[in-house]
DNA sequence: CTCTTTAATGAGAATCATACACAATCAATT
DNA sequence: AATTGATTGTGTATGATTCTCATTAAAGAG
């Protein structure tokens, strides 16, 4: 679970002169407690956190994701149209992709050994440092497909 | 080049009860004759087809991207932050995935057989009907990580 | 070709996710 | 305990995308 401590946060925020705070503590714990194969946008962490009464302001809940994106920690997806959620980023064993209906959004996470090493070996190859690599499979999920409705 | 013809794009809008407007023959179009890594935002068509004295208004844009993604005529790119970009979803021998530097957003297009294979086959394992399947690597270019500036 | 139906367009206003400005706070370091 | 500048919260601004609605014009029928 908590395969990312505060420590190393706190260890890797300093690292490069910034701070570990009480803000950024609590959203990564909030992700790391995250059940399996959820997804939080900005809005829905900042409603979750205050229904915990942990009143950490949406500017802050912005920043700290974009923030947590940029280092590699979090994974920023793009599930529906109009807005990003984000999922810890895990390392092998439980590294994801997602089939996503354009319609309905809903989303199917799956496993691929071979992707990530595409991607390591690519990114690796021009020399660029990784920091996340994701298969977004758009498709029309069954149920849409015998929707009548348009678009 | 044309993989796409005008006739062809008649018959799937028809079919559906939708109809051919020289707005979309036109937009096809452009992305037909775009050069090959490019990509446009709903912005830079519009800008594309003004200079071509083609008043094609950003709502009708906009409307018919969006059209065309859900049709899997063309792809919807995240390739920066704000806003999104496309281009024409092609077949095997021309379809390619991206390498983006979160931080300058220099993007690098790379092919790879297997991913397509993979996503075909994990869209037909769920019934989905796959309308395009694209590996996304967020890294840091060299020069970026060279670069002092934070984030 | 003409007529009818209704999808599509253009112009502008509205939305809403996200970024910004700035004074107050506080984490890190000495 | 004092210093320094990164971070926060509040309110405001931005900007990409969508919506509204009157007008236009494809598609299909006759
Ligand atoms: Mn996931
Ligand atoms: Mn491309
Ligand atoms: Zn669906
Ligand atoms: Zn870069």
Same mark, same amino acid.
């Given at each position: ?78 599930? +529906? ?6 999922? *810890? ?5 439980? =590294?994801?992709?997602?089939?996503? %209906?354009? !319609? ?18 690519? +990114? ?6 990784? *920091? ?5 499979? =758009?498709?029309?999920?069954?149920? %849409?497909? !015998? ?5």
């Amino acid at each position: 679970m908590a395969s990312y401590t505060t420590v190393a946060l706190k260890a890797e925020l300093n690292e490069r002169g910034w701070r570990l705070t009480p803000q950024r503590e609590t959203i990564l714990q909030v992700f790391q407690n995250l059940p399996k194969g959820n997804h939080l946008s900005a809005e829905d962490l900042y409603n979750h956190l205050s229904g915990e009464g942990e009143n950490i302001s949406l500017s802050t809940i912005y920043r700290t994701l974009k923030l947590m994106a940029r280092m590699g920690i979090l994974r920023e997806l793009e599930l +529906a149209e109009g807005h990003k959620h984000y999922e *810890l980023n895990q390392p092998h064993p439980h =590294h994801h992709h997602h089939l996503i %209906c354009v !319609r309905c959004n809903k989303t199917i996470e799956f496993k691929n050994d071979t992707i990530l090493k595409t991607g390591t070996k690519t +990114a690796q190859k021009e020399g660029y440092h990784l *920091l996340d690599c994701q298969l977004t499979i =758009h498709a029309i999920c069954p149920a %849409c497909q !015998r929707s009548l409705l348009p678009l």
